[in-house]
């Protein structure tokens, strides 16, 4: 028992988000160097070079240079089994980073010195703070120019609404960088350019004791004086209470590709971030101590390997043990007892069978398509039923059809599979078949990424036309006839595939048109199926 409670505790699982290019990619790959999960870092995924990262999957994401899916990467560092699931930093692709949020029990903000908070980084906060869940944050590339530190952590805080308590301090920036001092053991790790491999051990120093001056300046060392001054006397320790409420974020200043700055960050992430956090379900809250095993389902992507033809369902274990062959209940599968086939934990695009797993542990297994986003799975004789994933509203819509009407069989396949996904929504003209569909999507790109997956992963080409559409609402009202509405003429009545209605609009005004021109009708922006 105490070997499955440590198992359960020594559990980290987080995600790294940030803005494209800020660094996340390289970040993945050292803190994976340190747990020796990868023999070399490939470097980063390289748009002019041709190298890939470890954690990028898809052929579009190679030829665009951005991550599209998010991947899970499994290493032991520190005593700790850490789990890292990468995001995809385009926004277009923001629901798949929520999902990916909903499993993990940290996250890891990367920004860009020279560039502060970006857009991105805006949006996909956003989504984190949705979970409260402890937010670290790592300002990288300070071997570049970069803004002044305080103003980066008022920035955090203006833009981002969190207050942040620098765990280290930056001594400089650019070809003055001369290392950062980290104000818990009040030492220097100092920066030493060179081919970037190694840091030079810290070094015990006494900020007042000139002799440092030989190593970072004297300018250097005076301004530090003045900065660690301004930030003891800003006060407060480190709130922890704050840290697990994501309303403070501990601020780690390195450079990630230069490797500095990167195995302190990891031991203090490792001793400051939760482990496996309790998780509320239907008429309650799960532990993840709790000897019974439970996960739901959080991302489920089909093709991942072309030579495979396969659809892997992830899922994010909340409770207990998976053990290899054990049987479980899939309790939006009417609770039908089924084997989990050939779990599998992934190495970026290397899989492994595992024989077993532990709350916090992420598993992928083959689904023959009967899990949908947000399913749960629990031990037989237990009837857990975990909070589902919302669906975030599509704001781009097209009608789609098939170029070969040969092809109408693999055209119906393809959708409705890269539909159960979450990556695109599907709708139809009510009385229609699926010769031609319409679908939704969050970000235009996902539009793209339909149209190569049609293509290479189901060999159909598709003509999409581009539909005005803006607004979806479901319609809550049962008892009523959707064509007897009172509707403006751009205002389309559509199904989804449960047969529910739905209405979508051009503009906000016409929502409010059909509200008032229809008494009693009730919209809703979220589908609550
Ligand atoms: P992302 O996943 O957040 O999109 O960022 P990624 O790690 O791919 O990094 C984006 C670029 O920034 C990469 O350059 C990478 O080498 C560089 N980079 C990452 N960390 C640091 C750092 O600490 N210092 C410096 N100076 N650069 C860093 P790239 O893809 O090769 O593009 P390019 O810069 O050659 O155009």
């Not at 949020?101 to 860009?112: E, F, N, R, W």
């Not at 190694?198 to 004791?209: K, Q, S, T």
């Not at 078949?433 to 319409?438: A, C, K, L, S």
């Amino acid at each position: 028992m105490a070997d499955f409670i440590n198992e359960i505790n020594r559990r980290r699982t987080f995600a790294i988000i940030s803005h494209p290019d800020a660094g996340k990619t390289t970040l993945t790959e050292k803190l994976l160097l340190y747990g020796g999960a990868i023999a070399l870092a490939g470097s980063v995924k390289g748009k002019k070079n041709d190298r890939h990262a470890v954690s990028d999957w898809m052929e579009i994401e190679k030829q665009r240079g951005i991550s599209v899916t998010s991947s899970v990467m499994q290493f032991e560092y520190g005593g700790c089994c850490i789990n890292i699931l990468d995001t995809p930093g385009h926004q277009d692709f923001s629901e798949d980073t929520y999902r990916t949020l909903m499993a993990v029990d940290s996250a890891v903000m990367v920004i860009d010195a020279a560039k502060g908070v970006e857009n991105q980084t805006r949006k996909l906060f956003k989504v984190c703070v949705m979970r409260h869940i402890p937010i670290f944050t790592f300002i990288n590339k300070l071997d570049r120019d970069a803004k002044n530190p305080f103003d980066l952590m008022s920035e955090i805080e203006d833009e981002l609404g969190i207050s942040t308590y620098p765990m280290n301090f930056p001594i400089g920036s650019g070809v003055d960088f001369k290392g950062v001092y980290d104000r818990a053991s009040k030492r220097i790790l100092s920066y030493e350019r060179g081919d970037g491999s190694r840091e030079i051990e810290a070094i015990e120093a006494d900020i007042n004791d000139p002799s440092l001056d030989s190593l970072i300046g004297s300018q250097n060392r005076l301004q530090l004086i003045e900065d660690v001054e301004l930030l003891d006397g800003a006060g407060g320790d480190l709130d922890m209470k704050e840290v697990s409420a994501g309303r403070l974020s501990p601020v780690f200043f390195g450079s990630a590709l230069n490797n500095f700055g990167v195995e302190p960050f990891l031991k203090s992430f490792i001793e400051m971030s939760p482990g496996p956090l309790p998780r509320e379900c239907e008429g309650g809250i799960v532990e993840p101590t709790d000897p019974a095993f439970s996960a739901f389902v959080f991302k489920i992507q089909a093709n991942m390997n072309k030579a495979h033809r396969d659809r892997l369902t992830f899922m994010r274990i909340c409770s207990g043990k998976f053990e290899r062959d054990m049987e479980v209940v899939h309790i939006q599968g009417d609770g039908k007892k089924m084997r989990l086939s050939q779990p599998q934990q992934m190495m970026a695009d290397s899989r492994e069978i595992i024989e077993e797993a532990y709350a916090g542990d992420i598993i992928g297994v083959f689904d023959p398509g009967v899990f949908s986003i947000g399913d749960t799975v629990c031990a037989v004789g237990k009837n857990i039923k975990f909070e589902g994933i919302p669906t975030f509203a599509p704001e781009h819509f097209a009608r789609i059809r098939h170029k070969d009407t040969m092809k109408r069989k693999q055209f119906v396949k393809g959708a409705t599979q890269i539909a159960q996904e979450g990556a695109i929504q599907i709708f139809r003209e009510p009385d229609t078949g699926m010769e031609e569909v319409i679908v939704g999507v969050v970000g235009m790109l996902q539009f793209d990424v339909f149209e190569h997956r049609m293509r290479t992963e189901y060999n159909v080409e598709i003509i999409n036309e581009g539909l005005p559409y803006q607004y979806i609402r479901w319609i809550d009202n049962e008892d009523i006839d959707p064509k007897k509405l009172n509707l403006s003429s751009d205002t389309k009545i559509v199904q989804d595939f449960k047969n529910n209605y739905l209405l979508l609009f051009t503009s906000e005004w016409n929502i409010r048109w059909a509200l008032e021109k229809n008494d009693g009708l009730s919209l809703s922006e979220f589908n609550k199926n």
